[in-house]
């Protein structure tokens, strides 16, 4: 997590041969990881947070921090279990230098927000969380980048109409929603009422018990409604369950169309043959050929520093989206210091960062990851970000993007967080902020 005494001790030596001197206590930015490394999503944690410790180690090898300021972290172990998730928090927030929080858990999320924003720091759910938390007016310290719940089904039934020719040849369809009963499995269920009526399509939403090893009754019932699609919005041992399990009842696997938590290689290898030509909705694409990634490739592993035991993980879909975690908080970061300065910044500063954080494709592409995802351009008010989506189909040995990206229904979807974020903020007594952003606590 920081430079070794080797690299340390060359560092320094470089330093006296140009006739400079290295300071004592160089400046640091800590990460504190509730991490998941055991336990029936261990996947998804290892892929992830490898990913976003992989990054933060290219950062520190090749740049030497960000603007000369170190990047640490300590990882603590949660099971993807809230109370384990909220000990973590407690026990490493008072650590100097703070960023930012990265939990990837829809209930440790929920459970820190009144936490995090009495303590001015960030709370970042990557393509999780609160659906109205995108409301920056309500939720100053929340920031769902890329995609919330709702645009991710306003991108999946965008893909769908695609393949029926347009938006208006989805009347009279029908889909079924086959979701995780779970917090984060519900949260969809309004949305996708809501489109159905707008849309005019039938809609039909069937729970699956945590964790999902067990699906037969209800492949039974989505055989006897035939229905054109069926949305999987699974986690875990979930996936490959189901796509098993629709291989057994006949459905066909090209019109099951996976969340942005059903489309690891975790999910369709298990799955053998019945996961091929399975379409899975995706932030970031997967693959090892960007250049940032060859970055890491060369700088991280050569070095022996790389996070991955299995290196053949290297560029997976949960390893690709800890690597653009780790972009999207590093920039927010070097946004911050040219406001604040090329220092250690509080939490609130950081905050800054992130509502500033406007990477367009020129930018991405400087980064190293034109392909990996698109853009990114969150506002004081809209902390997602406007991100687009696009579509992945499994091949049998790797995904292919199947679809241009796709941006949400903004026009339809931002009156409806709205609402729910002014009934939040009602609820809490909080004051709806305004485009005058006051400044960062000092």
């Known amino acids: 997590m920081r430079l070794s005494r080797s690299l340390r001790a060359a560092a320094l030596a470089a330093a006296i041969a140009v006739g400079t001197v290295l300071p004592g206590h160089a400046d640091e930015q800590f990460f504190p ?22 990054y933060l180690n ?25 109370e384990r998730g909220v000990e973590v928090y407690e026990r490493l927030k008072s650590h100097t230098g703070v960023a930012a929080w990265n939990p990837l858990s829809v209930g440790i ?25 995108t409301d920056g007016r309500v939720f100053p310290y929340v920031f769902p980048l890329l995609l919330n719940p709702y645009s991710e089904t306003s991108g999946i039934v965008n893909y769908v109409a695609s393949r029926e020719g347009g938006a208006d040849k989805l009347k009279g369809k029908k889909i079924v929603v086959l979701y995780h009963g779970s917090p984060y499995g519900k949260e969809t269920i309004p949305i996708y009422k809501l489109l159905a009526d707008k849309y005019g399509f039938s809609l039909e939403q069937i729970e699956v018990p945590h964790p999902g ?13 035939k229905p054109d699609y069926v949305v999987l919005r699974g986690w875990g041992v979930m996936n490959p369950v189901a796509l098993k399990t629709a291989q057994k009842v006949g459905f066909p696997v090209d019109h099951i169309i996976g969340n942005v938590w059903s489309n690891s290689e975790e999910d ?40 991955l035991e299995d290196k053949k993980r290297i ?7 800890g690597i653009v975690n780790g972009i999207l908080n590093v920039e927010a970061i070097r946004i911050a210091q040219q406001k604040f300065g090329k220092r250690t910044l509080t939490g609130d500063e950081v905050r800054w960062g992130f509502e500033h ?3 367009d494709p020129a930018r991405v592409e400087a980064l190293g990851a034109k392909g990996l995802f698109h853009s990114i351009n969150v506002t004081w008010d809209n902390h997602e970000g406007d991100g687009r989506v696009t579509f992945q189909q499994w091949e049998g040995t790797k995904w292919k993007v199947v679809s241009d990206w796709i941006a949400p229904d903004w026009a339809f979807l931002r009156p409806i967080i709205e609402k729910s974020a002014a009934a939040y903020a009602a609820e809490h007594n909080i004051k709806i902020r305004t485009s005058d952003d006051p400044p960062v606590s000092q």
């Open 58 to 82: 290219l950062i520190n090898i090749r740049d030497g921090g960000v603007n000369g300021v170190k990047l640490t972290w300590e990882e603590g172990e949660t099971q993807y279990e809230v």
């Open 213 to 225: 090893n067990e699906q037969q009754s209800q492949w039974l019932s989505i055989r006897r409604a």
């Open 33 to 54: 990881l509730q991490s998941y490394r055991v336990g029936p999503y261990a996947a998804g944690g290892t892929g992830f947070f490898g990913g976003f410790i992989d």
């Open 268 to 307: 369709v290898i298990p799955a053998g043959d019945a996961a091929k030509g399975y379409v899975a909705i995706t932030t970031q694409a997967s693959g090892a050929e960007y250049p940032v990634l060859q970055e890491v490739i060369k700088t991280v592993y050569g070095a022996g520093k790389g996070n």
């Open 315 to 321: 560029g997976s879909v949960y390893h690709n989206l």
């Open 109 to 133: 999320a929920y459970a820190m927000i009144d936490r995090i924003t009495k303590d001015k720091v960030p709370l970042i759910t990557v393509n999780h969380g609160r659906t109205d938390s």
């Open 357 to 359: 954080l406007q990477l």
